[in-house]
């Protein structure tokens, strides 16, 4: 049935069109409605958490990692509860991960390095 349409199906085809097309609308509509408040939330933690340290928060990392070392030194990590384990570890692989990811964004490929040259 490649043929023309008749005025009769023409019309029942352009109402059909006409449908998805306000139904397509406001679906977006609706979409666009309900994305906006979680996608606000998403902006005001990333406004926070994506950003580069400032200056001023130098001498904070330094102490953290002082912190970090003195710890390792005294074995205060044998005082922490599963819960605090855990939360660490799945930090340390998650900076692994990301590591990574970014040398296989780096170098091109998931394995090995071209040395062709």
């Known amino acids: 049935m490649l043929g023309?349409?008749?005025d009769e199906e023409s019309a029942q085809h352009d109402t059909t069109m006409a449908s998805i097309a306000s139904k397509g609308s406001s679906l977006v509509s609706t979409l666009l409605t309900q994305a906006r408040p979680k996608?606000?939330?998403?902006?005001?933690?990333?406004?926070v958490e994506l950003t580069p340290p400032?200056?001023?928060d130098i001498p904070a990392i330094r102490d953290g990692i002082a912190r970090?070392?003195?710890g390792a030194?005294?074995?205060?990590?044998?005082n922490l509860t599963v819960k605090q384990a855990w939360?660490?570890?799945l930090v340390a692989a998650e900076v692994c991960f990301w590591f990574y990811a970014g040398e296989c964004i780096?170098?091109?490929h998931l394995?090995?390095?071209d040395v062709s040259e």
């Open 87 to 89: 939360l660490n570890s």
């Open 4 to 6: 023309k349409l008749n």
């Open 111 to 113: 394995v090995g390095y």
């Open 54 to 56: 400032t200056p001023g």
């Open 106 to 108: 780096g170098k091109r």
């Open 73 to 78: 030194r005294t074995g205060a990590w044998k």
């Open 39 to 47: 996608f606000n939330v998403f902006m005001k933690y990333a406004r």
């Open 68 to 70: 970090l070392v003195s």
